[in-house]
């Protein structure tokens, strides 16, 4: 679906994406995960045939950008980071103007609105206007608007940066269902449970390069322990506690309220760090996520 090799693309003398190489294949969620200026949004901006690689080569459908942007448009859908609603008409007509641009008959739009309304659950505010929508609704109305041309490949670009938990489930709930029908989804996103949740495969990315690429499991397997322990202290620098407890763990990061010591065993850690008579004010046993692999990485969260 997506084939880029030596990716690039530069403003000026910065280089925002910089040689990065991707395949994405068909009917899987493919992921980008890094913190804000990993270059997630450039990358994609380009993969959506609206802002030209400086460099490096990009197919898309088997097609070339630069010749075929029209006919690779056609069979996308694009969900940007900003919603870019029609505040002023209703749910339902957002999805018709919408589809007029993309040919379909009055008759034939009207039914796919239906359809998508549906499946956006929004089929009880078909007739409200969208200002006073919540943003998860907003979100699922930009969704369902996307899909109006039954797109092969569709593009979500931090989908849900700015949701509640619930709207974000939700949300969730009906990616999974648009990829079990069959659609591939590449998406970008700086929480690492969207993609643990989301995606098939992902890369991370970091300063315009990627960092890894693989499965969630896989990535976690090859960059972290089974479990990690966090422990809190009454203190304003964790660092001194770091050297006390350095040797009960495969590696300790210390952040600025707790230490993370990683470990296949985060309970048998926790006994040995009383053992020492160390008085944590919390102690937390957890398996291993994405953020500690972008951690042991980059030396940084995801999420500052
Ligand atoms: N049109 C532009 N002109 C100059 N610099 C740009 C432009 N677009 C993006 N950049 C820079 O490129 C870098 C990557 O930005 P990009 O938006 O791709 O990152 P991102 O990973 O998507 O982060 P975010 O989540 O903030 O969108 C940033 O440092 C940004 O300031």
Redesign the pocket.
């Given at each position: 679906m997506i084939s880029a090799h030596r990716l690039t693309?530069r403003?000026?003398e910065?280089t925002?994406?910089d040689a990065i190489d991707v395949e994405v294949r068909r009917g899987e969620a493919f992921g980008?995960l890094?913190?804000?200026?990993?270059?997630?949004?450039?990358?994609?901006?380009m993969i959506g045939c609206v802002s030209p690689p400086t460099d490096g080569s990009l197919r898309i459908l088997g097609l070339d950008p630069a010749t075929d942007g029209p006919s690779i448009r056609a069979r996308l859908g694009v969900v940007p980071?900003r919603d870019t609603l029609d505040e002023e008409l209703t749910v339902r007509e957002n999805i018709l103007v919408y589809g007029r641009y993309f040919g379909l008959s009055r008759a034939q739009v009207r039914a796919k609105a239906d359809e998508l309304l549906e499946f956006a659950q929004l089929t009880e505010r078909a007739n409200s206007v969208v200002e006073p929508l919540s943003g998860g609704m907003k979100r699922r109305l930009t969704i369902a608007r996307s899909l109006v041309n039954d797109p092969e490949l569709l593009l979500l670009?931090?989908p849900t940066?700015g949701l509640d938990p619930q709207a974000r489930h939700v949300l969730w709930d009906r990616l999974f269902r648009l990829k079990r029908s069959g659609v591939t989804l590449v998406l970008?996103t700086?929480y690492m449970d969207e993609a643990e949740q989301l995606c098939d495969r992902l890369v991370v990315?970091d300063g315009?390069r990627i960092v890894a690429e693989g499965s969630p499991r896989e990535l976690i397997a090859l960059h972290s322990t089974r479990e990690v322990l966090e422990l809190r202290f009454a203190a304003d620098d964790h660092t001194p506690y770091a050297a006390k407890v350095t040797d009960l763990a495969e590696r300790v990061e210390v952040l600025p309220d707790r230490l993370l010591l990683y470990t296949d065993d985060g309970d048998a850690t926790a006994a040995a760090v009383q053992g020492r008579g160390l008085e944590p004010l919390s102690v937390l046993a957890r398996r291993s996520t994405l953020e500690d692999v972008f951690l042991h990485l980059t030396g940084r969260t995801l999420v500052d």
């Open positions: 693309k403003f000026g910065f925002a994406v980008f890094g913190p804000n200026g990993a270059g997630k949004s450039s990358t994609m901006r980071q670009d931090e940066t970008t700086h990315m315009g």
